[in-house]
């Protein structure tokens, strides 16, 4: 492979002097890049409102006080909209199981007719910018077709119109792909039908797959503003990131802070505790063994 640098002037001293400067330095700037915006939300939720406010800012807090995080809790009443968030979380994620689960495998074993024309045109939506869909989605989850029913400020808003997840389903086929047909068949001489199959071959072998799924899906649903702002008018029903921006008008700068910082506690430890089967999940599909 040939790369701007040869490794013969890699190997000299002053290769190895500017490939290690040049390779610190941008690890330095995209590392600060991506957590100065973490440190300055947790450090800015310590400080005072007024010298919040304070031109030129204040690097670290001047008199720290940690008990903003205990004052926001309360102030906002953040547990009540922890609790309809899990909700909506784990409707989403176990909907999402439900649909695109069954939908890789019949694409990827059962092989329908048409089956890659329906993945193409599946494929295709990822191309659509998600505005887009918003105006059509939300017509249709506020009169569903043929039921004639109202789903706003219902987690079936959510649940629903996110199901068949394009990108999962492509995720999920290219790993079942790689399960040898040989298995199904054994399967099938056993006398199991195609759920069974999925059930008790298929998806004891596709853990990795499936926590990757599961982790993205539950981290869209957790982050997710514009579309909940939109069907939860009622604001007992909204979620964490929509009931933040409804009380920020009104709500001192610091606590405001504080509660982003609570509210992204869940989706950074649930990376940080899965990050290796993140990477291995969505690298399993890649490489056809």
């Keep these: 492979m040939r790369t701007l640098v040869s490794p013969s002037q890699l190997r000299s001293p002053r290769g190895k002097a500017v490939y290690w400067t040049v390779f610190t330095v941008t690890a330095v700037a995209f590392t600060a890049a991506f957590v100065f915006p973490l440190v300055w939300l947790v450090l800015g939720a310590m400080k005072t409102a007024p010298e919040l406010a304070r031109v030129p800012p ?7 006080n940690v008990g903003a995080y205990v004052e926001a809790w309360d102030f906002m009443s953040l547990a009540h909209f922890f609790l309809n968030t899990i909700v909506v979380v784990f409707g989403a994620w176990l909907v999402q199981l439900a649909v695109d689960v069954p939908a890789a495998y019949a694409l990827s074993k059962l092989k329908p007719k048409l089956g890659g024309v329906v993945l193409g045109m599946m494929l295709a939506t990822l191309m659509l910018p998600a505005s887009a869909l918003l105006v059509p989605t939300y017509l249709t989850i506020t009169d569903v077709p043929l039921l004639g029913v109202n789903l706003a400020n219902s987690p079936l808003a959510i649940w629903l119109p996110g199901a068949a997840n394009a990108f999962n389903i ?23 039908g195609p759920i069974r199959t999925m059930w008790r071959v298929v998806l004891p072998l596709s853990r990795p797959v499936l926590g990757v799924v599961s982790i993205l899906s539950v981290v869209t649903a957790w982050k997710d503003f514009i579309w909940p702002l939109l069907v939860f008018s009622d604001p007992q029903a909204q979620t964490l990131s ?11 700068i610091n606590l405001i802070l504080a509660g982003l910082v609570l509210a992204s506690v869940p989706t950074i430890v649930l990376f940080l505790i899965f990050q290796r ?10 490489v056809k063994g």
């Design 242 to 252: 929509v009931a933040l921006q409804r009380f920020a008008p009104d709500t001192p």
């Design 58 to 64: 204040t690097i670290l807090p001047q008199s720290p």
């Design 277 to 286: 089967n993140i990477l291995a999940g969505l690298t399993a599909g890649s």
């Design 170 to 192: 492509y995720l999920l086929k290219r790993f079942f792909d790689q399960i040898p047909g040989e298995l199904i068949e054994a399967s099938t001489l056993d006398g199991a």
